[in-house]
């Protein structure tokens, strides 16, 4: 134990001497991500992480671009970031992960504890902690000025750790070890389960707004998800999804006033037993335009609720505040929307054939009618008996 902590402190005393080294050409912000050795695709992050910064350096960003790496990453690999980059790298000592023996670990996040090294780089105001899955297509420096933690909810109620922005705090690093020691909490045994459970408030703080006088913000902050959106939604063009609030008015008395209207413009003319002996010749219209209808209806069951019902920014159903976070009411309104899309459309469909199936049977009853009594004039309607 003794010696396992002395390397830490040899490591950390490490990572000083290089940021404030960083930190000479007077920059006072950093993009930093992180490489550790061990996994089936460690070459695949490597590559991830040169394409990552690279999008960073076109973009021309005013900060540094950082690499905490593991001491085991292969000394090539260092140099390429290095020389061919522009990439400052900090090497440091792996960060021991006490969730291993927990029952749902996953082996490849084991080392994802270094990315709380982000904290000792002490030079920088702030850092935007990265991983190497992303991709930047504009500059994101305004994030430099957001508070002393914000992050992305890609998740309704668990932030995401693969883009947040820190204030560096060796102060604030010594407790997250501490807190490693004594076992905190940690849902999923990587650093997002413990960040989540360090910084437990997040979901109830403010949206992070840029302010317009360039000055930085204080306490932590939620960021738009635009921050990290994923590429499907990129590709897709979609920014947001759909909610289903309480849109304060009955739906079964609307479709009950609506049937009922149809039904009385669409049947013949009658009088309690009394049948129409001559055909109306509107009715083939009516069918006509009820076929036309339904085409319509079934076009608008999977349009009309994307412009009733209000949308957010969140990639998964949200409720209307963060007081009432739960998992399970999403998955409720979101078959909820499935539902009311892909099922309304067959039972208007089916309503409809019913109705026209109705109307043929009394068009042909009716030009039955009128052939038995076409030898005497009769009136308007007769009796059916």
């Known amino acids: 134990m003794g010696e396992r902590r002395?390397?830490?402190?040899r490591a950390a005393a490490a990572v000083l001497v290089l940021s404030f080294a960083a930190a000479e050409g007077g920059r006072r912000h950093a993009y930093a991500a992180m490489m550790y050795m061990g996994t089936p695709r460690d070459y695949e992050f490597y590559v991830a992480t040169r394409v990552m910064m690279r999008?960073?350096?076109?973009?021309?960003?005013?900060?540094d671009l950082v690499v905490i790496a593991s001491a085991d990453v292969p000394f090539q690999w260092v140099q390429t970031l290095k020389e061919e980059?522009?990439?400052?790298?900090?090497?440091?000592?792996?960060?021991?992960?006490?969730?291993?023996?927990?029952?749902?670990?996953n082996p490849r996040f084991k080392l994802t504890m270094n990315k709380l090294y982000a904290w000792t780089l002490a030079s920088y105001d702030r850092v935007v902690m990265l991983d190497s899955d992303n991709l930047f297509l504009h500059r994101t420096d305004e994030l430099f000025q957001c508070g002393d933690f914000c992050a992305a909810f890609i998740n309704p109620c668990v932030f995401h750790t693969g883009l947040f922005v820190l204030r560096p705090s060796i102060a604030v690093f010594k407790d997250m070890l501490h807190e490693l020691q004594i076992g905190r909490e940690n849902p999923d045994g990587a650093d997002q389960?413990?960040?989540?459970?360090?910084?437990?408030?997040?979901?109830?703080?403010?949206?992070?707004h840029p302010p317009a006088n360039g000055t930085k913000l204080e306490g932590t902050y939620r960021l738009p998800?635009?921050?990290?959106?994923?590429?499907?939604?990129?590709?897709?063009?979609i920014?947001?999804?759909?909610?289903?609030?309480?849109?304060?008015?009955?739906?079964?008395?609307?479709?009950?006033?609506?049937?009922?209207?149809?039904?009385?413009?669409?049947?013949?003319?009658?009088?309690?037993?009394?049948?129409?002996?001559?055909?109306?010749?509107?009715?083939p219209f009516v069918r006509a335009m009820l076929k036309v209808a339904a085409l319509w209806s079934m076009f608008a069951a999977h349009t009309i609720p994307f412009f009733l019902i209000p949308?957010?920014?969140?990639?998964?159903?949200?409720?209307?505040?963060?007081?009432?976070?739960?998992?399970?009411?999403?998955?409720?309104?979101?078959?909820?929307?499935?539902?009311?899309?892909?099922?309304?459309?067959?039972?208007?469909w089916a309503s409809l054939a019913k109705v026209?199936?109705?109307?043929?049977?009394l068009h042909e009853r009716e030009t039955f009618f009128t052939r038995l009594g076409e030898s005497t004039p009769l009136s308007d309607s007769s009796k059916l008996y």
């Open 193 to 208: 389960g413990f960040l989540v459970s360090y910084f437990p408030d997040l979901l109830d703080r403010p949206m992070f």
């Open 239 to 283: 920014s947001s999804v759909v909610s289903v609030p309480d849109l304060k008015f009955r739906w079964n008395a609307v479709m009950y006033l609506g049937i009922a209207a149809i039904t009385r413009l669409a049947r013949p003319r009658r009088v309690k037993l009394c049948y129409n002996r001559r055909p109306d010749k509107s009715i």
């Open 85 to 105: 980059d522009g990439v400052k790298v900090v090497t440091v000592e792996n960060l021991h992960n006490p969730y291993e023996e927990q029952g749902n670990f």
């Open 55 to 63: 999008s960073l350096a076109r973009l021309g960003v005013d900060a």
């Open 311 to 348: 949308r957010t920014v969140h990639p998964l159903l949200v409720s209307a505040g963060p007081s009432t976070c739960s998992e399970q009411l999403h998955l409720v309104r979101a078959l909820a929307v499935f539902g009311y899309a892909f099922c309304c459309a067959p039972v208007v």
């Open 6 to 9: 002395e390397r830490f402190w």
């Open 356 to 361: 026209l199936y109705s109307l043929h049977g």
């Open 225 to 237: 998800l635009g921050y990290q959106m994923d590429a499907s939604y990129y590709y897709d063009g």
